[in-house]
């Protein structure tokens, strides 16, 4: 298993600002995941987070928008940049420790944009 | 493309049995996982097949046809705290180092009623 610490839990910015969110894992994991959760919708993955490498961004999701970083094999960033309210969401880090095990998520960061 | 589905809400009186439905279509397939998420919350595994056939759980089985691309999640003496969303998610994509992306579906809110 492999427990997350996510934060912060909750944020609410000025639109044209930025916040990054942190995610430290109790154990070493080569790949996390970043989700983004908008109101009443699933989880869409935004990027995955290789350790010593740039992330590789989904459809849709830019690298300048959404800066990752991926320092160490515990812990990893995910900033949203320039912010409007239309990015006003949860966002959730994932891992998946092996390839036979389900994916663990931190407890979310609850973003609003005013 | 990627492509799940599943019901969008559901209502079942406390005690019963109920069963959520999940179709898939997606270019690979390395397992499906069933997740619980109450409002406001992170996603908490609750099943995870990858061979055809039923998995048993205390109050919850999930079954899984993978020629049919088809899934579905029962959850038996219903309780009021199953009042949650219920997400169909398909490991699908490789994305390297032993790690795999998860697909989510839109999630399925299921209310328990007196």
């Known amino acids: 298993s492999a427990v997350i610490s996510q934060k912060p839990s909750r944020d609410i910015c000025q639109r044209g600002t930025s916040l990054t969110i942190q995610c430290q894992v109790d154990?070493?994991?080569?790949?996390m995941f970043w989700y983004r959760q908008q109101p009443g919708q699933s989880l869409t993955l935004i990027a995955t987070?290789?350790?010593?490498?740039?992330?590789?961004?989904e459809s849709g999701f830019v690298i300048d928008k959404f800066p990752i970083s991926r320092p160490n094999l515990t812990f990893s960033t995910l900033t949203v940049s320039n912010m409007s309210p239309e990015d006003s969401s949860i966002y959730l880090c994932?891992?998946?420790?092996?390839?036979?095990?389900?994916?663990?998520f931190g407890q979310g960061t609850r973003l609003t944009v005013v | 493309g990627q492509n799940i589905d599943q019901p969008t809400e559901m209502t079942a009186t406390e005690g019963a049995i109920v069963q959520i439905n999940c179709t898939y279509q997606?270019?690979?397939?390395?397992?499906l996982f069933w997740y619980q998420q109450h409002a406001g919350e992170a996603p908490t595994f609750l099943s995870y097949?990858?061979?055809?056939g039923l998995e048993e759980k205390g109050r919850f089985s999930s079954f899984l046809s993978r020629s049919k691309g088809y899934s579905y999640l029962l959850l038996k003496e219903l309780q009021m705290k199953d009042s949650a969303s219920y997400l169909c998610?398909?490991?699908?994509?490789?994305?390297?180092?032993?790690?795999?992306?998860?697909?989510f579906g839109k999630g399925t809110k299921l209310s328990v009623i007196p």
């Open positions: 997606t270019s690979g397939f390395n397992g």
């Open positions: 154990s070493q994991v080569t790949m």
């Open positions: 097949n990858v061979l055809d």
């Open positions: 998610a398909v490991r699908d994509q490789y994305s390297g180092a032993g790690s795999y992306q998860l697909t």
């Open positions: 994932s891992v998946s420790p092996g390839s036979g095990t389900e994916a663990f």
């Open positions: 987070a290789n350790q010593g490498s740039e992330a590789t961004y």
